[in-house]
């Protein structure tokens, strides 16, 4: 099997499925930790990502779909495209990823990790990949973080085609934006890792 990229939680590699490229992201033993607690933590994040791609796909957010999920492991639709921070988007791509965002919020469910780096274009659209910082969560502040991440990962001009998508979609979108004004006067922000 291709060992295709290795992030700072999880282990990719490629296989096949017939025709079907297959992406696994393992979560791979990290020997600091103490085992128990090592095997606790896979566990729990594996299947809890699984289960927000699952969600978020009944949301009407386009993400990868699930073809299995093993104990650390998820074996996932590969998407045949580009992250998002190395393309020049076109204006409708942003305004569909604003409207995938206000969906998965709608539906309860916060990414956590909202940014260019964990967005593909595709010739098909937009795909919301990696929510392995995702949550099952109505919470206002998470919410409003998600916006802030993708703000401060994208140009300007790109961010207010989202937010536009955004809007177009959300009933709360007032509270949202009230929520991250306050966030960005608190300075809260800068205790989360935006580098
Ligand atoms: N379903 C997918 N299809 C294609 N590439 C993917 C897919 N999921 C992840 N990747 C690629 O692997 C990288 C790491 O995956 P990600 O889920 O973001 O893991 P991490 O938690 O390590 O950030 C992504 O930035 C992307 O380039
Ligand atoms: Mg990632």
């Given at each position: 099997m291709e060992r295709v990229n290795e992030g700072a939680e999880a282990v990719m590699y490629l296989a096949k499925l017939g025709s079907e490229a297959i992406l696994i992201k393992s979560r791979n033993r990290k020997p600091w930790r103490i085992s128990k607690i090592d095997t606790e933590i896979r566990e729990k994040r594996t299947r809890r990502e699984a289960k927000l791609l699952l969600s978020a796909r009944k949301a009407g957010a386009a993400v990868p779909g699930v073809a299995a999920v093993g104990r650390y492991s998820i074996f996932m639709q590969r998407i045949d495209g580009v992250l998002l921070k190395d393309s020049k988007p076109a204006a409708k791509d942003m305004l569909t990823i604003g409207t995938y965002l206000a969906n998965l919020h709608a539906n309860g469910i916060t990414h956590g990790d909202f940014t260019s780096a964990n967005i593909m274009l595709t010739p098909d659209g937009p795909f919301i990949i990696d929510?392995?910082?995702?949550?099952?969560s109505n919470s206002e502040e998470e919410k409003a973080l998600d916006l802030l991440l993708l703000e401060r990962s994208i140009s300007k001009k790109d961010y207010t085609n989202a937010l536009k998508g955004y809007k177009s979609v959300s009933k709360e979108y007032l509270r949202v934006i009230s929520r991250l004004n306050e966030i960005k006067k608190r300075g809260r922000y800068q205790s989360r890792t935006l580098a």
């Amino acid at each position: 099997m291709e060992r295709v990229n290795e992030g700072a939680e999880a282990v990719m590699y490629l296989a096949k499925l017939g025709s079907e490229a297959i992406l696994i992201k393992s979560r791979n033993r990290k020997p600091w930790r103490i085992s128990k607690i090592d095997t606790e933590i896979r566990e729990k994040r594996t299947r809890r990502e699984a289960k927000l791609l699952l969600s978020a796909r009944k949301a009407g957010a386009a993400v990868p779909g699930v073809a299995a999920v093993g104990r650390y492991s998820i074996f996932m639709q590969r998407i045949d495209g580009v992250l998002l921070k190395d393309s020049k988007p076109a204006a409708k791509d942003m305004l569909t990823i604003g409207t995938y965002l206000a969906n998965l919020h709608a539906n309860g469910i916060t990414h956590g990790d909202f940014t260019s780096a964990n967005i593909m274009l595709t010739p098909d659209g937009p795909f919301i990949i990696d929510f392995g910082l995702g949550a099952f969560s109505n919470s206002e502040e998470e919410k409003a973080l998600d916006l802030l991440l993708l703000e401060r990962s994208i140009s300007k001009k790109d961010y207010t085609n989202a937010l536009k998508g955004y809007k177009s979609v959300s009933k709360e979108y007032l509270r949202v934006i009230s929520r991250l004004n306050e966030i960005k006067k608190r300075g809260r922000y800068q205790s989360r890792t935006l580098a």
